[in-house]
């Protein structure tokens, strides 16, 4: 058989969107992945409008068919709770909206989103692939790369690999020589638990995020799942966690039991899964992308938005990215360290803008006032809670939270 012309190692959003677009190309592509699916993924499984922007540049079609899936709930927006517990509820304000019967956004357990997409990856009949093999290590051989197991044993071949195995990546700290969770200010912890019975949620599903004093720079989430489920969890930047020594099990736990406005919605709720942690590496720090014969995508390449956490939509994109790099790359024949930077320029062109600003809105996190006094504010005038809505589209409008002035006006009206 000959070598695929790509390998894709790791089957998440990122590697998934790699495969979608390369597969629709017919570009002859293996993916792998150490899980077999469908396979569970600690995540809030929150969807945003910038997820759903990217899978409808995968696949137009995409979005009505998660409409219709049991598992899949549409969510219209986002309440914000600041540190002086005051909310505000912002309705999404997609980009290029033609079909306002579709969702802004979903919440889907990513055991049920992941495999979906790996169907429509199956389905295109183009890209192969292995589910239950770990990839650990690579070489180079002549003018391609070997990726290999633990044991040696299974060696692939190819003249680019993409590599997508997440927060935990073992090839972007053999690349690197770095362990993401290691740059502890830019990298979150986080954990969630399934619950079921949790009262009194937005009647259009809109997701939570309570910003409480003390667990900023990070905050408590309650995002609403199908049949009275819900996501429950918590994120808490890794440089605190580790300062405070804080137990977020515990913690979680008690969030929930010690505030007014939280535990009498958990009542009657029943936690039904324990709660389980893993990393979020935050795009707040720019890295190396690439290196020769290769590209990171997602969590691997450590694009996690700082102030939201969100970091599916990113993956996706940057999987759609280093696809288009890897189609120029096969029809120049050039897998070199410096054709490869052209995918990092691309990545931090389109994505660079909003990480750099959602960091901003991050170090805001230290005057938990300025929150209070925001949403104070837009709880009272439309305007800008329109404002406030727009800037999750739009990059410029959020700029503006940046800029001293917009404080002083709100202050002075
Ligand atoms: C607690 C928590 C809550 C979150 N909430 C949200 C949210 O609500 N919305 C949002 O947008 N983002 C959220 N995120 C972030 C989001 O989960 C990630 O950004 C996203 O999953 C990144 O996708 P990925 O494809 O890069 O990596 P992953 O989704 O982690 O996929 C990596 C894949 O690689 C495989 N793999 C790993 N190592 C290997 C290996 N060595 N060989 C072969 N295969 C391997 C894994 O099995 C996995 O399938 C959250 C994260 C956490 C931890």
Known sequence: ??????????????????????????????????????????????????????????????????????????????????????????????????????????????????????????????????????????????????????????????????????????????????????????????????????????????IEMHFLKRLLPGYFWIFPLPNDQANVGIGIRSDKVSRHKINLRELLDEVIRSNNHLNKRFVKAEKITPAQGFGLPLGSKKRMLSGRNMMKVGDAAGLIDPFTGEGIGNAMASGLYAAQHAIDCIQKDDFSKNTMLAYDHLVYHKLGHELRLSTTLQNLLHFPWLFNLVVNKAGKNDQLKDLISSMFVDPNIKSRLKNPLFYLKLLFG
């Open 1 to 206: 058989m000959p070598d695929p012309e790509v390998v894709i190692v790791g089957a998440g959003p990122g590697g998934l969107a790699a495969a979608l677009h390369l597969g629709r190309a017919g570009i002859n592509t293996l993916l792998v992945d150490q899980a077999t699916f469908p396979r569970d993924k600690v995540c809030g499984d929150g969807i945003s409008g910038w997820s759903v922007d990217i899978l409808k540049k995968l696949n137009p079609g995409i979005i009505d068919e998660l409409t219709l899936q049991p598992y899949s709930l549409d969510s219209w927006g986002v309440r914000f709770v600041a540190p002086n517990l005051k909310s505000i509820d912002i309705p999404y304000k997609p980009k290029n909206h033609e079909r306002p019967d579709q969702p802004a956004g979903f919440i889907i357990k990513r055991s049920h989103f992941d495999n979906f997409l790996w169907e429509k990856v199956k389905q295109l009949g183009v890209v192969t692939s292995i589910e239950g093999l770990r990839i650990e290590n690579f070489t180079y051989c002549g003018d391609k790369i070997m990726l290999s197991d633990r044991s040696g044993k299974t060696k692939i071949t190819t003249k680019l690999a993409i590599i997508a195995d997440g927060a935990q990546s073992v090839l972007a700290k053999k690349l690197n020589g770095t362990v993401l969770s290691a740059e502890k200010k830019h990298h979150m912890a986080g954990i969630r638990a399934y619950f079921k019975g949790v009262q009194d949620n937005h009647a259009k599903n809109y």
